[in-house]
């Protein structure tokens, strides 16, 4: 079945397909980049095909790769049945110029879907009617899930109390209360004349 | 009653009639501490764990935390139950800020109190980076008899005027009972 | 009291023009804690809304990308935290499809089963909150106690009473208790007399019916496109459930029936989740029956499973396969595969790519509340304020899975 579905698009766009493969039984056809949208209007409104479902969008970032981001969709027909998952490569190995059509106009979850791969890998959609960070605050900079964005690098909107010589002081003063961890190390908590017992 | 008793006089004026003296602040923390009106700040799995709390088999009316308000101006006891994430930190900020005083936080679970497993860039490494905390109930998510036990703990601190924060201990420690380590403690029992 | 003589001109009673705005969240009791909807009214109706999630993203598919496959687990655990054991169950065949292995009969029954009782506590957390939130307390607490229950039995078995870590790649990390055939046989019967009772009480109640009837009305063709899956994409009439479409595990040699709504309103949607509860009665019926007393639980596979303990420290064999599993992670062959199970809130997928490491290359968990989520904006719009409390907590937003 899917394989008829891939030649049939094989025939339909045959520069658009630049390789398939089939894992675990998930048939997978990688795409240009260019024909994203037309390849999956055509799977969308064909009889044949009739995928009225995108399952989920995502990205997988191959840092080391050249194009590095690998958009990838699955798709499913709900009348007929059959799974198909597609990918397209994008941008350079500096994360940029990583841009592809928007598949909203087509299903609708893919609005909720493109605008996490934004804001997770800084792909952007080309189309897309609202795309804004979706799970990340608007203040932060750069794109976590890529690669090269350090897992424990924190963007604070509520920053620490610069006070030389101590690290991480909670934004709140000692009369109001204290953090545990605090407690018993800060002597100079107890001392008013020093400068940072605020 | 703790406090409460000790600090209390009760005078007998004959004939079956007596009066009792007690302290201003001692009266006023025993009426505090068995009228917590609470802010349930509910983010995440914990929050499964405070539905069964507040639920019949646990109850923990029973201690005089019932009213739920969810106006932070209406309320003394701020329960964060679950991970604050650096985008919800402003907010929990800005609801502690409303409440008047006195007010009292307690950490529900290892996310509130120091994180958890979340080492990343998108959480808090707990709520005692944004706000004071009072007491920390350490589990991931705690049992009920443990968020009981931490409840508890506030009571006393509320009452003794303590605002040190506490973390709520296991109830029995053999280790730290019996002066033994753990290793020693295994090789006993084995004995 | 005297009335009040106030002279108001005509201009000063017309509302003002320019709809106002409303901010409801994330901390509102509506909410769940992890929502905000900004909302354009006019009146009390809804024009637009602008839905935000992320309150509760904590990084999770960027966690798992820096332990081994086995520590996935306690993520995917936090991530559906009503059902935890359908996602550990989800993660583990997900696994198993890419190691190309199958686990003995015995776990597979044990899975169904456990399985069906987190989805039991799920929808009778879902239906009980949702009840709450529209004052009707009581439901709430019956329903509660039923979970506590189920709760029970999940400590028994797991050693947890919520996040149970209790899948492994290849098996369970125990095989069944003795008495949770005859426990979870008692505890579903128990559970039907409590849904019966809340049916009694819910179905009578004109006020409650009245604001769920004809409300957040979904059609089917629109809940396809917004990719909706489970109990609310059958609500609107379409019948897909992973369990029929795709059978894993043994779910072809069960009987039990998919129900499907007709309207898809937040009636149905209601509905739906009781009737589901039903028919995991069934399912464990049937697994609890068919579920061997005794037998291998995990497969033998050196790759995967840890050796006995008396291997570890009798053999030196043992003690090598055992340091390297626990210190370089087991390894799965490169490549990727998408996996799918029916969670709690509909198709629950794990599109996993492997670089032939310990460790995943990505792990990319595909929530279902996230796209039911994402429907929320077409629900709500048109409605009145009050029906967005109905129309959220029929939807079952779970933040951990929503946001991961």
């Not at chain 3, 998408?338 to 790519?353: D, K, M, Q, R, W």
Request: aromatic content about 8%; charged content about 25%; hydrophobic content about 40%.
């Amino acid at each position: 079945m899917a394989q008829a579905l891939i030649d049939l698009i094989k025939r339909q766009f045959p520069s658009a397909v630049l390789e398939t493969h089939s894992q675990h039984g998930d048939d997978t056809l990688v795409l240009n980049a260019l024909a994203w949208k037309s390849v999956a209007e055509f799977l969308f409104s064909s009889p044949d095909a009739a995928m009225n479902m995108l399952v989920d969008l995502t990205v997988v970032d191959y840092a080391d790769r050249e194009p590095r981001f690998e958009v990838v969709a699955h798709l499913l027909s709900l009348s007929l049945g059959h799974r198909l998952r597609l990918k397209a490569r994008v941008g350079n190995p500096e994360g940029e110029g990583a841009a592809i059509a928007s598949l909203t106009e087509i299903w609708a979850s893919a609005n909720w879907a493109e605008r996490e791969a934004f804001d997770m890998f800084g792909v952007t959609f080309i189309g897309h009617p609202d795309l804004r960070r979706i799970l990340m605050y608007p203040e932060f900079e750069g794109h976590p899930l890529r690669r090269d964005y350090p897992a424990d690098k924190i963007q604070p909107l509520i920053p620490y109390l610069e006070i030389p010589g101590i690290e991480k002081v909670a934004p709140f003063g000692r009369d109001e209360g204290m953090s545990f961890g605090r407690q018993v190390h800060a002597r100079w908590a107890e001392d008013p004349d020093d400068p940072r017992a605020n | 009653m703790g406090e409460l008793k000790r600090s209390t006089q009760v005078i007998e004026a004959g004939e079956g009639a007596a009066f009792a003296t007690t302290k201003l602040e001692s009266m006023l923390a025993w009426a505090q501490k068995y009228s917590l009106f609470m802010y349930p700040f509910v983010t995440a799995c914990c929050g499964m764990e405070f539905m069964s709390v507040s639920s019949p088999r646990y109850d923990f009316s029973r201690f005089g935390s019932e009213a739920p308000r969810f106006s932070p101006r209406q309320s003394d006891l701020l329960w964060v139950v679950g991970t604050i994430t650096q985008r919800q930190a402003p907010i929990l900020k800005r609801i502690y800020e409303q409440m008047a005083e006195p007010k009292w936080v307690l950490a529900f679970g290892t996310c509130a109190s120091c994180g958890g497993f979340y080492d990343n860039y998108a959480c808090v490494a707990g709520v005692d980076k944004i706000i004071p905390c009072d007491v920390y109930v350490p589990g991931c998510p705690p049992r009920p008899e443990g968020v009981l036990d931490g409840l508890m703990l506030l009571q006393d601190k509320i009452q003794s005027g303590d605002r040190r924060p506490s973390i709520v201990k296991p109830r029995h420690d053999p280790a730290v009972d019996q002066g033994l380590g753990l290793i020693d403690l295994k090789r006993a029992v084995k004995a | 009291m005297e009335p009040i003589d106030v002279e108001i001109s005509e201009a000063e009673l017309e509302l003002p023009e320019e709809p106002m705005l409303l901010n409801v969240g994330p901390s509102h009791p509506a909410m769940h804690g992890t929502v905000r909807c900004v909302m354009e009214l006019s009146g009390e109706l809804i024009h637009r809304v602008d839905v935000q999630v992320g309150y509760l993203h904590r990084g999770f598919e960027k966690m798992c990308e820096r332990g081994t496959w086995a520590q996935v687990f306690p993520y995917v655990d936090r991530c559906n935290y009503v059902s935890p054991m359908l996602n550990n169950v989800g993660f583990a065949l997900a696994c198993e499809k890419m190691l190309g292995i199958e686990v003995p009969e015995r776990c597979q029954w044990y899975r169904m089963a456990l399985g069906e009782l987190a989805r039991i506590s799920d929808h009778l957390t879902c239906d009980g909150a949702m009840a709450m939130e529209l004052g009707a307390f009581t439901p709430f607490l019956w329903m509660i106690k039923g979970r506590e229950m189920i709760w029970d039995i999940m400590e028994e078995e797991t050693g947890a009473r919520l996040t149970h870590s209790f899948g492994r790649v290849g098996g369970m990390a125990a095989p069944p208790t003795k008495g949770f055939k005859e426990q979870s046989l008692a505890v579903v019967e128990h559970i039907l007399s409590i849904v019966s009772e809340v049916e009694k009480l819910m179905f009578g109640n004109r006020i409650f019916l009245d604001r769920l009837e004809d409300v957040g009305v979904i059609s089917g063709e629109n809940a396809i496109s917004l990719g909706w899956t489970g109990p609310c994409l059958r609500a609107s009439g379409v019948a897909y459930d992973v369990r029929k479409a795709a059978p894993y595990l043994k779910y072809d040699e069960v009987e039990f029936d998919v129900p499907v709504g007709e309207k898809g309103d937040c009636l149905d949607r209601f509905i739906i989740r009781l009737e589901e509860l039903k028919q995991s009665v069934r399912i464990i019926r049937q697994s609890l029956a068919r579920m061997a007393d005794s037998g291998p639980i995990n497969v033998v596979d050196p790759r995967v499973m840890l050796p006995p303990k008396e291997e570890v420290y009798n053999t030196i064999e043992g003690t090598i396969q055992h340091f390297k599993i626990v210190m370089e992670g087991l390894k799965i062959p490169a490549g990727e595969v998408y996996s799918y199970t029916e969670a709690g809130n509909g198709e629950l997928g794990f599109y996993l790519v492997s670089d032939g490491s310990g460790t995943p290359y990505r792990v990319r968990i595909r929530p279902p509340c996230y796209y039911i989520t994402g429907g929320l904006e077409h629900v709500i719009t048109g409605q009145m304020m009050a029906d967005v409390v109905p129309c959220f907590g029929s939807l079952n937003m779970i933040g951990g899975e929503c946001d991961r």
